[in-house]
DNA sequence: AGTCTTGAAACAACATAAGTTACATGATGG
DNA sequence: CCATCATGTAACTTATGTTGTTTCAAGACT
């Protein structure tokens, strides 16, 4: 399977945000991230339900940040975009009626909970402020680089 | 995307294989595992070239163990079977050119890079004798189960 | 020779994330 | 109010990768 991109997206979406003047739409969030803006109100939608932003209709209208970006952990934006299954690897049945499969499976799902457990341990423990801040950092050294020119984007 | 199961079905093929008599066909793995005898060689095939099993063509012949369960890891199994992919979760784009995708892509790998170290650090550490070891524990608590019953594979 | 079994290529089926189309709804501004 | 802009959402299509299937070649045993 292809990986699921929508934690890092999204991720992308609300640092830019918070350097961008007025609301953002759709489209010109679109465009930064090389897709569709169906595709970003569909996934925007989880993080509006949460909180993390808001949106307008009309004139003027898209999407806006509704906290600061300090407040805002990895594992926020993990749960806001529905939680995604963590790995790509796993067991062959669920409920399997053989004793070696169940062996087995507990094996793997000792292995796998520890794993995800220290995952969005870590998640919980980055605030979009600090991925803001290495930005920041990176940008010092590279002032050259600017990425979405003319899409309305800073750097 | 629905998520690989190589792993597991391999290590549930290996300890049936360590408590059968001789070799064991494709079709008979096929059957226990809910599959197909193709998809068995296609798999078995990894672990044969690291010489976790061997098979012979012909009258008689079929898949053994090329070695005791207690010198098989889940982590060799798990490199055998091509070393798949861990999560399902990940960047947009690998090589991205926005200083801020690069700080995004930055914090999430290296929070992906320590739960998948730790995960192959404890795959490592397991032996497919253990879990057999559990396999006899569930035995012993669960005397009446019997799984793949008729195909012949004891228990 | 005939049967059993693996080896491997080629193709089909299936699941899911992502992309697209289409249209309804609401807000702004003339 | 009416045209325009923007989101909201359903339905459908595309893309990708695992899994399943068909098919045939080749080796091994009786």
Redesign the interface.
Known sequence: ?????R???M??VL??MDRHEGAATSETIAAM??TNPVVVRRTMAGLRQKGYVSSEKGHGGGWRLGRPLSEMT?LDI?EAVGE??????????DQ?????????????SE??E???K??LS??GK?TLA???R??DA??AR?PA?V??AGAGWH?
């Open positions: 399977m292809r990986h699921d991109s934690l890092s997206r991720l992308h640092i830019h991230l090389n990895l993990y995604p299954a963590v790995f790509a690897v796993g067991p062959a049945c399997p009626a053989c004793l070696v499969e169940q062996a087995v499976n507990a094996a793997l292995a796998f520890e794993a995800e220290l995952l870590r998640f980055v600090d991925i803001a290495d930005f990176r940008m590279h680089l990425a979405h750097a």
